[in-house]
């Protein structure tokens, strides 16, 4: 068929699930409500009314981008169960495990014997999970950013849970001066030099981002041009003809098919006539840094915004400035790397 990249499965697992379904973004009015003190009151990802009485001590994490969030702010000494694809930063990997991201695959036994006073959840994905803790009396929170304004919203809802506001705020400013770079210079880059740009999310059937996805948001904000960007679903289907037809300068992948050993080959007819296959403008980006709509997120637009214009941006910088001294955040390497044929 198209792409050969029966990794991808494990990225989505390890990353996030939302890139496969179409889920639940957060609405403009996301946490509408009080959550400038307790008791909180709100709205969540999913539009469901909450109140969060006091900070949370003891929480279950069921999303690695909040995960990740967590542990920016500097609460992840109060994370009590993650699920098993939380791999970063490498203290989520000691945390206790309480199953998969998918609803089916969490054991909600051991969620409620970690006792925990806050579980926070995704959107779409955990909407029926949601509802089975709720009847257990458990406080639950579904936060799902699908953009940086909701990124920033996030972080600092997050950082008012447990007690690190003014952590979060911290975060968020960095977060802010750095696209705000991204921004300026896309903003220099003429109508002319923008380049048409194909997001590969699966290969059989093809899949891809649309313009309402994180990932389709990424690539606009630095400034390409979705070749789908008319779609009004999140992660489309599309054929080949249609690709072909709308012809690609560049085309994105996941780098989690370079590290599990796949190799794309695309055999189509005309396929090898695309500009960005011509022109061997073919990249591989860090699945997480594109997937997780947590702090990384940043890593994941500069890496985006390298690819299309390496003219004009640098290679990625350092991940966000975090509050746990004990960490290497930049153990991984940029990645930014051409896909071999």
């Not at 969060?52 to 909040?66: C, D, F, G, M």
């Not at 489309?236 to 590290?259: C, G, M, N």
């Not at 709509?293 to 966000?320: K, T, V």
């Not at 001294?325 to 390497?333: D, E, G, L, Q």
Request: net charge neutral.
């Amino acid at each position: 068929m198209v792409a050969v990249f029966r990794t991808f499965s494990l990225w989505v697992l390890g990353g996030c699930f939302l890139l496969m379904l179409a889920c639940t973004p957060l609405k403009p009015d996301a946490f509408e409500g009080n959550t400038d003190s307790f008791p909180m009151k709100l709205k969540d990802a999913l539009g469901r009314e909450v109140t969060i009485e006091k900070p949370a001590t003891r929480i279950v994490s069921l999303s690695p981008s909040v995960t990740e969030m967590l542990f920016a702010v500097g609460a992840g000494d109060k994370i009590v169960g993650v699920t098993s694809y939380a791999n970063y930063p490498e203290e989520a990997l000691s945390k206790e495990k309480v199953g998969g991201f998918e609803g089916k695959s969490l054991n909600l036994e051991k969620i409620v014997g970690l006792q925990p006073d806050l579980i926070l959840t995704a959107g779409g994905m955990h909407a029926t999970l949601a509802q089975q803790l709720d009847r257990l009396n458990l406080n639950v929170l579904s936060v799902e950013p699908n953009n940086f304004r909701e990124l920033y919203q996030a972080l600092e809802l997050v950082g008012k849970l447990v007690g690190k506001a003014k952590e979060a705020k911290a975060l968020v400013v960095e977060i802010r001066e750095r696209k705000l770079v991204i921004d300026q210079k896309v903003a220099k880059i003429s109508e002319a030099e923008r380049v048409r740009v194909f997001y590969q999310t699966w290969d059989d059937p093809l899949q891809t981002a649309g313009p309402r996805s994180l990932i389709g948001n990424l690539i606009e904000t630095a400034g390409g041009i979705n070749i789908f960007g008319e779609v009004k679903q999140q992660y489309p289907y599309v054929s080949v003809e249609a690709v072909l037809a709308r012809d690609p300068q560049v085309i994105l992948v996941p780098s989690h098919a370079k590290e599990e050993g796949a190799k794309p080959s695309f055999s189509a007819p005309g396929w090898e006539n695309i500009s960005a296959v011509r022109k061997n403008r073919l990249y591989y980006l860090n699945g997480d840094w594109i997937s997780r709509s947590g702090p990384r997120i940043i890593l994941g637009l500069e890496a985006i915004a390298h690819a299309l214009y390496p003219e004009h941006f640098d290679p990625p910088g350092g991940p966000p400035s975090m509050q746990i001294p004990s960490v290497s955040w930049n153990a991984r390497p940029a990645e930014v790397s051409k896909v071999t044929w």
